[in-house]
């Protein structure tokens, strides 16, 4: 199990930008990634990396977030450019998909 800790959420207006970090407790070799909870029901995919540092992203988010991760695999990040009001959520970081390790979440509002 790893400890998950994020950081760098807060209130933009639309357009603005935030930078999400994922501090692990120890090095991570599973999928890397990043979930929102938006006012919906289900919590979403927004990027992952996951073996052989494969980028996924979710098409809303496509060419606006960029996910990388630290050389020492112990910290990933969120870019997020270009930011619209339905991105507003509490953003996750996880370890490993969903049966994996997760953290408290950071929450960032996007207003028009």
């Known amino acids: 199990q790893v400890q998950l800790v994020e950081s760098g959420g807060g209130s933009v207006q639309a357009g603005g930008s935030l930078r999400l970090s994922c501090i692990a407790s120890r090095v991570v070799f599973r999928t890397m990634a990043w979930y929102r909870q938006t006012p919906g029901p289900q919590r979403e995919l927004v990027a992952s990396?996951?073996?052989?540092?494969?980028?996924n992203y979710a098409e809303s988010v496509k060419d606006r977030f960029v996910m990388s991760r630290s050389p020492n695999r112990k910290a990933w990040y969120l870019q997020m450019n270009r930011l619209e009001p339905e991105d507003t959520g509490v953003y996750f970081c996880n370890a490993g998909g969903d049966s994996g390790d997760w953290g408290r979440g950071t929450q960032v509002t996007v207003s028009s």
């Open positions: 990396i996951r073996a052989g540092d494969v980028e």
